[in-house]
């Protein structure tokens, strides 16, 4: 809730007061400030809001997990890179079901920030490839899943693969079509 300066501001001058509490030989209030401080330091890496949405998302509370997200209102000047792309990347999540154009616009974002963990960046590929292969981009979207596949090291999203491989698969077959034979005759 709190611009990501105002957060080191405060981080600073509660070390600070710490500090005044250590030269006053008062050892546990000065212990008790610089803890303090680390909450504000913690904040300043992870913001609250991104955290609260993600406990939202884990519950499948999408209607929840917006509203949280909407109360970033600047995400550029209120947000940490990373933690911008985890915006963009939950947001992502959650208009994949209705838009996907919006959605792909997203997770581009997402991926251009960078997310910390490997296997966020790994969904992203993945969810950019179903994308690109539901516009008939289908070299884009194997490039996007061996890329997804290369970030997922734990082997967590290898079931999303296979379907997404058949799926594939079937686009790139001919159609066929079935009673029409020759001048469009029926055989039998």
Not at 19 to 29: A, K, L, P, R, S
Request: hydrophobic fraction near 45%.
């Amino acid at each position: 809730m709190f611009n990501k300066y105002i957060k080191l501001v405060l981080a600073a001058m509660i070390i600070g007061a710490a500090v005044w509490q250590f030269t006053e030989t008062n050892i546990g209030n000065g212990i008790m400030l610089i803890l303090l401080s680390l909450v504000f330091v913690f904040l300043y890496f992870k913001n609250e809001v991104i955290l609260l949405a993600f406990l939202r998302l884990r519950k499948q509370d999408f209607p929840g997990a917006k509203k949280w997200l909407d109360k970033i209102k600047n995400p550029a000047a209120s947000l940490v890179p990373k933690q911008e792309g985890y915006y963009n990347y939950l947001n992502g999540l959650m208009v994949s079901q209705t838009n996907m154009i919006e959605a792909e616009k997203y997770f581009k974002k997402a991926e251009k920030l960078g997310l910390n963990m490997s296997a966020d960046m790994a969904m992203t590929k993945l969810n950019l490839a179903g994308i690109a292969m539901t516009k008939n981009r289908k070299r884009e979207a194997e490039q996007l899943m061996t890329e997804a596949k290369n970030l997922d090291k734990h082997n967590m999203l290898d079931e999303q693969m296979k379907m997404m491989k058949q799926q594939m698969k079937k686009m790139g077959q001919p159609k066929q079509q079935f009673g029409r034979s020759g001048r469009g005759g029926r055989r039998f």
